[in-house]
């Protein structure tokens, strides 16, 4: 009997065994930034960001995941067509097993393909989403790879008891099988940035779509017939099955420039400086989270991740698998050294950055220039470095250049001083029918803006200069006020006050809103714009942007000083934000 219970003992073990050491982990990564037109000719619809996306990815599962490098399947750019990617698939799915987890990720363009045969779908409304492979040229669109060919075959994973997580890192992403949104965008009359941040929705003509942003500009929208409609693979109960996707169906994904202005897509920037922030693994729920906080909320972009999931990956990690022990920080090594700096074997799609601090027993160095596969570093001039040495990333602290430089208009006298030639000089020029401010103003190439400089008489001055046009009047800020919000931006990376007007992309001024029918109660505003034009009475077309802070008094104590501080400093990141897609930095000076 004792006999009997061993055999039955170690029988169970090894079944244990080779559930737990027999467990195997694949990737199919894909990153296009060469589309082609023909196979020849390289389109004007390609990308920048997406092949860095996919070699970071494939860093991240090396180093976190434990992937085996034999195990990674990447297709880049050319050779990143419909059937090498679903010959890939099919591979990976034939040698998978139940509890294999498996790992898909796709960075590039993204399309909308007009589905005649489901035009009634109530869930479908006559669209599926397509990923857009190389080959724009290949004919059928068979560059397009359906979103029902991919459900397709990850049902199969699902039904072999595979780990399946899928991120996308496209446009029109989200679910890979929705509805529309039905809201229109809204033209604000303030806005005087070249570059609009709001999203494209499907009302706008695909002609009109940016490069910057990944979606495909083809000449007309694709048109099949397809009535298939494929159940998503999260709807299989228990199929332990994830997508990411970078947006929801309706939006655009932002291709950004990152902290050391190397171009990625902002979910795989957004997963990576998530990783890139803790030491230890995180569950998938709160690495959901952590994605959409940083896009949404610290750098302002319009997309919305979204994310189907079953309930059983709450607690699992990225890749599906229980919570791993604390990862260990990655390496690189010395392959040359000239005077005080030194050429290391890993560059930013490994996970380093400019500013990032590595360190060895014997010393630290500072990386001051980032490429894709080497990075220069710096050290001290006493320390002893050979070829070969190993350092570790110790600091992941980065440097960057400002995105936004600003300047505050400011007039030299306290706020109790400001006040009192505001009430004598300016006020009663508000009373004046033409005088316009930041609620009630139209845009009026002939009316003169003004801006006051504090001096006495001044009042006079504006009123001798106009007739019945209409007229605005900039004030200078207080200089407690400037001060107090140039202290909050101090350990700024991103955001930079400068001294000189000359240096500055925007100008914050102040100006005094009367009663009116678009502004119940008087009040002041601050609001950045152009800079005004040297001359007294310059005259321009656009007064103020749509970026404020509404302040009911001027004379603030510190609670409320406090509130306005960070009003400004949204407006100010909303501002960044509306001029371009370079990623905020979230590492305060040093």
């Known amino acids: 009997m004792h006999k009997s219970s061993t055999i039955i003992f170690f029988c169970l073990f090894l079944l244990l065994s080779l559930n737990i050491f027999g467990q195997n982990k694949y990737a199919v990564l894909v990153g296009i930034n060469d589309y082609y037109s023909s196979p020849t000719e390289k389109s004007p619809q390609s990308l920048k960001g997406c092949v860095n996306d996919a070699l970071s990815m494939k860093s991240l599962l090396r180093n976190r995941f434990g992937f085996d490098q034999k195990n990674i399947n990447i297709l880049l750019n050319e050779k990143a067509s419909q059937t090498p990617l679903m010959n890939t698939l099919l591979e990976v799915l034939a040698k998978s097993k139940a509890g294999d987890a498996v790992f898909f990720y796709f960075s590039g363009h993204g399309i909308y393909v007009d589905n005649v045969a489901l035009i009634n779908d109530p869930v479908k409304k006559g669209y599926n989403q397509s990923l857009v492979m190389s080959d724009l040229y290949a004919a059928d669109f068979n560059c397009l790879v359906k979103d029902n060919t991919l459900k397709k075959i990850f049902n199969q994973f699902v039904a072999k008891k595979v780990i399946l997580t899928a991120i996308f890192d496209c446009c029109y992403s989200g679910k890979m099988s929705m509805t529309l949104n039905s809201e229109l965008l809204q033209q604000n009359p303030y806005i005087d940035d070249a570059v609009s941040d709001t999203s494209t929705l499907k009302s706008l003509d695909i002609n009109d779509l940016n490069n910057i942003d990944r979606a495909v500009n083809l000449n007309v929208m694709p048109v099949i017939v397809d009535k298939e409609v494929i159940p998503r693979p999260s709807e299989t109960k228990n199929s332990n099955f994830a997508a990411i996707s970078a947006c929801m169906d309706d939006e655009k994904a932002s291709e950004i420039w990152d902290e050391s202005g190397v171009p990625h897509g902002a979910l795989t920037k957004a997963i990576l400086s998530s990783y890139e922030k803790s030491a230890t693994d995180i569950p998938l729920t709160k ?61 930013y799609c490994d996970g380093f950055a400019n500013g990032n601090i590595l360190a060895n027993s014997n010393t630290k160095i500072i990386i001051i220039r980032i490429y894709r596969d080497s990075a220069i570093a710096t050290f001290a001039p006493a320390a002893k470095i050979k070829i070969g040495d190993t350092f570790l990333l110790s600091d992941a602290y980065k440097t960057s250049n400002p995105i936004l430089k600003v300047y505050i208009e400011t007039v030299n006298v306290t706020t109790p001083v400001f006040l009192n030639h505001f009430n004598k000089e ?29 001096i006495d008489g001044e009042g006079n001055k504006i009123s001798s200069y106009i007739t019945n046009q209409r007229f605005a009047v900039l004030l200078k800020v207080p200089k407690d006020i400037a001060l107090s919000i140039k202290q909050s931006f101090k350990n700024d990376q991103s955001i930079q006050f400068v001294n000189a007007i000359q240096e500055a992309d925007r100008v914050l001024y102040l100006n005094y809103a009367a009663k009116s029918p678009f502004n119940p109660s008087p009040c002041f505003v601050l609001t950045y714009r152009n800079a005004l034009n040297g001359a007294f009475d310059a005259a321009d077309l656009y007064k103020f942007s749509k970026l404020f802070v509404r302040l009911n008094q001027l004379t603030l104590n510190p609670a409320a000083m406090t509130v306005v501080k960070k009003s400004i400093r949204s407006i100010t990141y909303d501002l960044a934000r509306s001029r371009g897609s370079n990623w905020f930095n979230s590492y305060p000076k040093r």
């Open 287 to 347: 690495l959901l989270e952590n994605i959409s906080s940083e896009i949404g909320n610290y750098q302002k972009f319009k997309q919305k991740p979204t994310y189907h999931y079953d309930e059983n990956r709450n607690v699992t990690n990225l890749i599906g698998l229980p919570l791993q022990a604390a990862a260990k920080p990655i390496a690189a090594n010395c392959i040359r050294v000239k005077n005080n700096s030194i050429t290391l074997d890993g560059g």
């Open 426 to 454: 300016i006020l009663p020029l508000s009373k004046k029918k033409t005088y316009v401010d930041y609620f009630n103003w139209l845009n009026d190439l002939k009316s003169p803006t003004f801006l006051s400089f504090g």
